[in-house]
């Protein structure tokens, strides 16, 4: 195989390996504190408000890992360095 | 498919380049700043209010009483910062949803910039708070080697904050774009509506987290301060009964 081809293929395959163990930790961390905040809200439902804006906040700084992956895939697939480095050294 | 905004170059001479990026950002500073000179024109403050007036106190005691709410100080300091940079997010965020426009927000540049004034605005509320030598203190606490860590922290929140709020704008546009050559008629609109949502919680997760830093780099002394005299009563607390035994 010439590098293009294995550059394109190496960058799809860890693109979709990316997105699926980098959403592994983000969506068991989500699901535990929004338990947790349900849980909390039953108990004390007068502090609802401030128990969904630390939810809110919170949810939002755990997804932030799942939206780095997402970008380092989306940089992988549209916008490769190194594919575009091969395209002008070897293809130009 | 443009992953960014930036890409889309209306006009260029020499290195100057007017992209799509700029133009809505001018258009969302233009519809902020225009929409409210139109309003506070005729201001009132009699019982009855004009519908406009309305929705903008509303929108301004809201996001005073947030403010007081997450910070537990005095709004006043906090309100322009702050407030500036969740209305122009929210109402960059909220425009996406007409046909041609692109959210400034959807490029790393816009949320770059934001994430810099942050930044900056970190040490300039904790330097009017507390002076520069009290500011600069508690990079060094609890004690001089935490220093490059707390340098290093101090950065990688505010590349947190830029690529945050990018990641989710701009996945939001694309998904939608995505989904518009698999399932043209339907799904594409119920995504748009949730990419709204997600619009709307990232601008205020924007705002809370900046203010949340701000606030910390004020009250870092303070609190520690206040630690250290709890900490001396609960342990003359503890004495006394053994010196009672």
């Known amino acids: 195989m010439d590098s293009i081809s294995i550059i394109g293929m190496v960058s799809i395959i860890i693109a979709g390996l990316t997105i699926a163990v980098g959403s592994i930790g983000p969506a068991l961390g989500e699901g535990r504190a929004l338990s947790q905040a349900l849980i909390a809200i039953a108990q004390q439902p007068d502090e609802s408000g401030t128990i969904t804006r630390t939810l809110f906040v919170g949810l939002a700084m755990v997804e932030s890992t799942a939206i780095y992956c997402f970008v380092i895939a989306l940089i992988l697939i549209f916008a490769n360095p190194f594919w575009d480095y091969v395209i002008q050294h070897v293809g130009g | ?245």
């Open chain 2, 1 to 245: 498919m443009e992953i960014s905004p930036d890409n889309i170059i209306f006009w260029q001479w020499q290195f100057i380049h007017i992209n799509a990026t700029l133009v809505y950002s001018w258009l969302v500073i233009a519809v902020l700043s225009i929409g409210s000179w139109l309003i506070t024109r005729n201001l009132t403050h009699g019982p009855e209010l004009s519908r406009w007036q309305n929705l903008l106190e509303v929108i301004v005691s809201m996001i005073q009483q947030q403010i007081e709410e997450a910070s537990r100080q005095p709004s006043r300091q906090y309100l322009h910062f702050i407030g500036t940079l969740f209305l122009f997010i929210v109402a960059s965020n909220i425009l996406d949803v007409i046909p041609g426009f692109t959210a400034p927000t959807s490029s790393l540049s816009t949320t770059t910039a934001l994430a810099s004034c942050v930044f900056v605005a970190v040490p300039f509320f904790g330097i009017a708070r507390q002076g520069l030598k009290g500011y600069l203190s508690h990079y060094i606490k609890p004690t001089p080697f935490m220093l490059p860590f707390n340098i290093i922290g101090e950065l990688s929140r505010t590349v947190a904050l830029a690529i945050r709020l990018f990641g989710n704008i701009m996945s939001g546009s694309l998904v939608v774009a995505i989904l518009l050559s698999l399932t043209p008629l339907f799904f594409p609109i119920v995504m748009q509506a949730f990419g709204l949502l997600i619009g709307v919680i990232q601008a205020y997760v924007f705002a809370i987290l900046a203010l949340v830093y701000i606030a910390s780099g004020q009250r870092a002394q303070s609190a520690e301060e206040t630690e250290a005299n709890e900490e001396t009563v609960e342990s003359e607390e503890s004495q006394n009964p053994n010196s009672k035994n």
